[in-house]
């Protein structure tokens, strides 16, 4: 009787973790899709909208930060990134929009998470 209960407890966990992991690939593969339809130029004007309607641009750093979107989007279009490169690609992203900003509106940025994770992940 003790190992049928463990049996069937053992089946119900197994069978919550992969209903679990199913709903998070779909969720990753409805994402992806949204940001799939977007070519890397529009995307990367999506991203210059965003980040421009939350700190004021100089003009001698608008062409840096469309090539360095655009970049990003060509980059993550390849599918077969490991979690290495993509986590290089982030901390590239990240530094370099950093340095195109400065560290006021770079603090700016980060504190809105969504605009962040849009720009950097």
């Known amino acids: 009787m003790k190992n049928i209960f463990v049996a069937l407890a053992f089946f119900a966990v197994i069978g919550v973790n992969a209903q679990t992991k199913e709903k998070n690939a779909k969720a ?3 994402t992806e899709t949204v940001t799939q339809n977007l070519s890397p130029d529009a995307a ?3 991203d210059m909208k965003a980040l421009g309607a939350v700190i004021t641009i ?4 608008k062409a840096d930060l469309n090539k360095l979107f655009v970049t990003k989007y060509r980059a993550l279009e390849d599918t077969s990134l490991s ?4 986590a290089a690609l982030n901390a ?4 370099s929009l950093l ?9 700016k940025v980060k504190s809105n998470s969504k605009l962040f994770k849009q720009l950097v992940k």
Do not use: M, T
Not at 83 to 86: G, P, V
């Open 28 to 30: 990753a593969l409805q």
């Open 44 to 46: 990367a004007e999506r």
């Open 58 to 61: 100089d003009e001698s750093v």
């Open 83 to 86: 979690n290495e490169r993509l």
């Open 92 to 95: 590239y992203v990240e530094s």
């Open 99 to 107: 340095n195109f900003i400065g560290e006021s509106n770079f603090a």
